[in-house]
C-alpha cells in the first residue's frame, strides 16, 4: 500500500517553540493533507495543499509540498501545550494512505 | 453538529468469539470509511461505502470480517472469529463527498483487545 513517510518520528519541544515534521510518498498526487490525533481520540483534519500549490498557512500552521521530491512539511509555530499529539500526513488519489505519524510533545 | 458517534469506546474479548462495532456518522455524508490502527501506526483503510454500496474493501479480510451500511446511514463492522492479532483501535470516518480530496471526519474509536 502507499504509505508516506513521516520524518522524525518523535519530537519534544519546550512551549514556544517551533515543530517542523516531514513526509515523503512514492507516487504522483493530486493534493495532500495532514491530520493531528491527540491521545485516545480519533483524527483531526488540519489543512489540505494541492499539487499546484508549494505552501499554505492556517494559523500557526505552515505546510509547503515539493512534488518534485515528493515531500511535504508541516511546521507549527510558537508550540502550546495543547499541540502534544501525533501528526499524519495522509495522500492519495483515490483511497486515502496514512503515513506513520510524528508524536509531538510540548513540554509547558 | 454531532460528531461521528462510535460505540463500543472499547471492547475486551477472548479469542475466537465475535465482535461487533457500530458507527453513526455525521448527518449528510454519504461517505463512510472504516480503518484500524494499529499502535504507533497511521490508519489503515478497511472498507469506504458511499451511500450503502461498499466501493472500496480490497483491504478487508473477508474471511473474518465483514461490515454493512443499511440505508446509507450507521454502519456495523464485524469479526468473526477474533485472533489475538486485532487487537487495535477501529477508527470509523465520515465524508460529504468521496474522493481523496474530502475532509474526512474521523470518530473517536473502538479499542479492541483480544486476549
Known amino acids: 500500500s502507499q504509505q508516506g513517510e513521516e520524518d522524525p518520528q518523535a519530537l519534544s519541544i519546550q512551549e514556544g517553540e517551533n515543530a517542523t515534521m516531514n513526509c515523503s510518498y512514492k507516487t504522483s498526487i493530486n493534493n495532500l493533507q495532514w491530520y493531528r490525533q491527540n491521545s485516545g481520540r480519533g483524527l483531526v483534519h488540519l489543512i489540505l495543499?494541492?499539487?499546484?500549490?508549494r505552501e499554505k498557512h492556517s494559523g500557526r500552521l505552515r505546510v509547503t509540498l515539493d512534488t518534485s521530491k515528493k515531500s511535504s512539511s508541516l511546521l507549527i509555530t510558537a508550540s502550546r501545550a495543547a499541540d502534544t499529539a501525533s501528526y499524519f500526513c495522509?495522500?492519495?488519489?483515490?483511497?486515502?494512505?496514512f503515513g506513520k505519524g510524528n508524536q509531538v510533545v510540548v513540554i509547558p | 453538529e454531532a460528531g461521528v458517534v462510535q460505540s463500543p469506546r472499547y471492547k475486551i474479548i477472548e479469542k475466537k468469539q465475535p465482535v461487533a462495532f457500530w458507527c453513526n456518522p455525521i448527518?449528510?455524508?454519504?461517505?463512510l470509511y472504516w480503518y484500524l490502527q494499529n499502535l504507533g501506526q497511521g490508519p489503515e483503510l478497511l472498507i469506504r461505502y458511499e451511500n450503502e454500496e461498499a466501493v472500496d474493501d480490497s483491504q478487508l479480510p473477508k474471511d473474518r470480517f465483514s461490515a454493512e451500511r443499511l440505508k446509507g446511514v450507521d454502519s456495523t463492522l464485524k469479526i468473526q472469529p477474533a485472533e489475538l492479532g486485532d487487537s487495535a483501535v477501529y477508527l470509523c470516518?465520515?465524508?460529504?463527498?468521496?474522493?481523496?480530496?474530502?475532509?474526512?471526519?474521523f470518530g473517536p474509536g473502538t479499542r479492541l483487545l483480544v486476549l
Open positions: 495543499i494541492r499539487s499546484n500549490e
Open positions: 448527518s449528510g455524508h454519504n461517505t
Open positions: 470516518a465520515s465524508s460529504l463527498g468521496t474522493g481523496a480530496e474530502e475532509t474526512q471526519y
Open positions: 495522509a495522500y492519495g488519489n483515490n483511497r486515502l494512505a
